[in-house]
């Protein structure tokens, strides 16, 4: 059954403390993408990555790392330094760059 | 700098009746155009795309259609259902190979029985 998982679905964290979201698809896609959600406001690009070991940065990547290590995963890093880190996190994937992008279920952060 | 938009935030319409979701755009440069639909707290689900060669593509009850010109797309929903209710996004790639898609704000449509 193939598709994109984003684990957890809700995530809690003190301010200050890093936190990174998991992103795994078993599409076989080589390019995967983390938006950002905020209320009233459109999809925001964090980071992308075209292939293994290479990641570029989105509109938003201020706060935000990211890792490309294996085809399949695209963690994301929250860090201390994103100012206002309370969102709604959504991770993507597409055959190629560019192709139509496919979305996992999301994980809301909310930073205490 | 809003490149995409849409400029109803919400729209309701009457069970079986067609519903309309427009979406307009400032760069020349984009020639691939999709919706989403999404429903709380889940991620968006891609509807239907059309490519800048085309002015209309139809996929079962959704057609979207292009108007180049006035640099505008809408989605058709006929008939409308209730499980229709949800956040539509459009989103926009300026050519072929650019990762960057770029979305626009979201239409909530409610589909009233």
């Known amino acids: 059954d193939g598709g994109i998982t984003q684990s957890p679905k809700y995530l809690f964290r003190k301010e200050g403390q890093n936190v990174t979201l998991s992103c795994e698809q078993n599409l076989n896609h080589d390019a995967m993408y983390w938006y950002r959600q905020d209320p009233g406001q459109g999809l925001r690009l964090i980071y992308y990555?075209?292939?293994?070991?290479?990641?570029q940065k989105g509109d938003i990547a201020e706060g935000y790392s990211v890792s490309r290590e294996k085809k399949e995963s695209f963690p994301l890093t929250v860090t201390s330094a994103q100012k206002n880190p309370t969102a709604f996190y959504l991770c993507?994937?597409?055959?190629?760059?560019?192709?139509?992008?496919?979305f996992g279920p999301g994980t809301r952060l909310t930073v205490l | 700098d809003q490149q995409v938009k849409q400029n109803s935030p919400s729209l309701s319409v009457q069970e079986g009746r067609i519903s309309i979701l427009n979406c307009d755009y400032t760069n020349s440069m984009f020639d691939y155009f999709l919706w989403y639909k999404k429903y709380p707290a889940e991620g968006p689900t891609f509807l239907i795309s059309?490519?800048?060669?085309?002015d209309k593509n139809e996929d079962g009850r959704f057609t979207v259609f292009l108007n180049k010109s006035a640099k505008h797309l809408s989605l058709h929903i006929v008939p409308s259902q209730p499980g229709d209710s949800a956040v539509y996004f459009c989103a926009a790639r300026a050519n072929f190979g650019n990762e960057k898609l770029t979305f626009g704000t979201g239409t909530r449509l409610t589909i009233i029985p």
């Open positions: 993507a994937s597409s055959i190629l760059s560019g192709d139509t992008q496919y």
């Open positions: 059309i490519s800048s060669i085309k």
């Open positions: 990555s075209q292939i293994v070991n290479d990641f």
